[in-house]
């Protein structure tokens, strides 16, 4: 999958919640608990194992998850990290 250029990627993030963090986009998201918390990262690992695409996940602060998404083998974003950020975002306002 090629690698979006610059112009593309800030297309796709206008509007979202989602923030350019180099080669990659972030998101962080903050739920009621901890318990909360790991369930979304259970519903994220979910979705990126059907995906065959696997973002950085980080739990801090009892209630925060960070996902951070990027293509590494393009060595920075496709189509692929949109796709699953969208997901994402579904799953992340089930919480």
Not at 40 to 53: G, Q, S
Not at 69 to 84: M, N, R, V
């Amino acid at each position: 999958m090629p690698r979006l250029n610059d112009e593309e990627v800030a297309q796709r993030l206008s509007g979202s919640d989602w923030t350019r963090d180099g080669d990659a986009i972030v998101r962080e998201t903050e739920v009621a608990d901890f318990a909360a918390a790991i369930a979304l990262v259970n519903r994220v690992a979910a979705l990126a194992e059907a995906a065959n695409h696997h973002p950085d996940i980080l739990v801090h602060g009892w209630n925060k998850v960070r996902l951070t998404l990027s293509t590494h083998s393009e060595g920075g974003l496709t189509e692929a990290d949109f796709a699953l950020a969208a997901q994402l975002d579904a799953a992340i306002a089930g919480v």
